[in-house]
């Protein structure tokens, strides 16, 4: 079993910045890939970034050259650092995590994100 705990969002003016922070307990040696997702109402949820264990990333289109994704493997931790924020970019914030051996996926309780136009 892996638990994640989110943290760091809020409320922030268009053009703003915010880091979320996403921390793995539990049988963390088993996580491959952790990331973030976002669902907006009335919207599916989408993948926003996600890195692997090794460190490969990859991003939605929509916030390329915008967030940035790492990964404290030591510390368990996955960060995403939003830069030049949007009002579209308002959400509910998921961080995910898989395990290797057994696919299996988790969710953290989420974290809201709202950006002011």
């Known amino acids: 079993q892996v638990h994640l705990v989110e943290s760091g969002g809020g409320l922030v003016q268009a053009g703003g910045s915010l880091r979320l922070s996403c921390a793995a307990s539990g049988r963390i040696f088993s996580i491959n890939s952790m990331g973030w997702y976002r669902q907006a109402p009335g919207k599916q949820r989408e993948l926003v970034a996600v890195v692997t264990k090794s460190g490969s990333t990859n991003y939605a289109d929509s916030v390329k050259g915008r967030f940035t994704i790492s990964r404290d493997n030591a510390k368990s931790t996955v960060y995403l650092q939003m830069n030049s924020l949007k009002p579209e970019d308002t959400a509910v914030y998921y961080c995910?995590?898989?395990?290797?051996?057994?696919?299996?996926?988790?969710w953290g309780q989420g974290t809201q994100v709202t950006v002011s136009s």
């Open positions: 995910h995590a898989d395990e290797i051996a057994t696919l299996l996926n988790y």
